[in-house]
């Protein structure tokens, strides 16, 4: 048995319609070939982002702290950098 994978567009509207209809999950999961457990999953993240949405959350980007640490590892080697070559200098005259 193959299981089809739904896009965030196609959930949402799933979740969408459901919020905007009188209809009943199990016949929306039914029309969707769809598990009430797993719309039940999708209306939790959906209501999740729009909760974040209207908070005014922005959206953390994850590599934040490791640019940070790439930055200051390059400030760290820029100075030893200077400092061997005006030891390199100081060799050469």
């Not at 199990?26 to 769809?34: D, F, N, Q, S, V």
């Not at 993240?45 to 959350?57: D, V």
Request: charge should be positive; proline fraction near 3%; include cysteine.
């Amino acid at each position: 048995m193959t299981t089809k994978t739904y896009t965030v567009e196609e959930k949402y509207n799933i979740i969408f319609e459901s919020l905007s209809t009188n209809q009943p999950i199990t016949e929306i999961c039914r029309k969707y070939g769809i598990s009430p457990s797993t719309y039940q999953i999708w209306k939790e993240q959906f209501l999740t982002g729009a909760r974040s949405g209207l908070e005014g959350k922005a959206r953390k980007n994850p590599y934040v702290k490791q640019v940070e640490n790439l930055k200051a590892t390059i400030a760290d080697l820029a100075i030893a950098n200077d400092a061997l070559k005006k030891i390199q200098q100081g060799r050469k005259r």
